[in-house]
């Protein structure tokens, strides 16, 4: 059975830097694509950066030039850089995973908090 695991949120001021890590367990096939979704309280989840197999990367509009996504050296696994955090980071980050078919895997989550 597939599981996700996210680590490394924490509370930090604004302006500090975060990595998050991801690590699959249970596949024996290296995933697609990997990347991250945040959920903020009242809002829906978006996408905020993701990876494919070859390496290419997007990111949403807000991150871009402060988040870097990265995979690890490890097989099936995932970082996410956060630098220059700012309040309206404050969300749950969700870790997904895709092979070239349904379904998505998901992880549990962290929670990111940045004050002011």
């Known amino acids: 059975q597939v599981q996700l695991m996210e680590s490394g949120g924490a509370l930090v001021q604004a302006g500090e830097s975060l990595k998050l890590s991801c690590a699959a367990s249970g596949s024996t096939f290296s995933f697609n694509a990997m990347g991250w979704y945040r959920q903020a309280p009242g809002k829906q989840r978006e996408l905020v950066a993701g990876?494919?197999?070859?390496?290419?990367?997007n990111y949403a509009e807000s991150v871009k030039g402060r988040f870097a996504i990265s995979r690890g050296n490890a097989k099936n696994t995932v970082y996410l850089q956060m630098n220059s955090l700012k309040p309206e980071d404050t969300a749950v980050y969700y870790c997904?995973?895709?092979?070239?078919?349904?379904?998505?895997?998901w992880g549990q989550g962290t929670q990111v908090t940045v004050s002011s």
């Open positions: 997904y995973a895709d092979y070239y078919a349904p379904p998505r895997y």
């Open positions: 990876i494919t197999s070859g390496g290419s990367t």
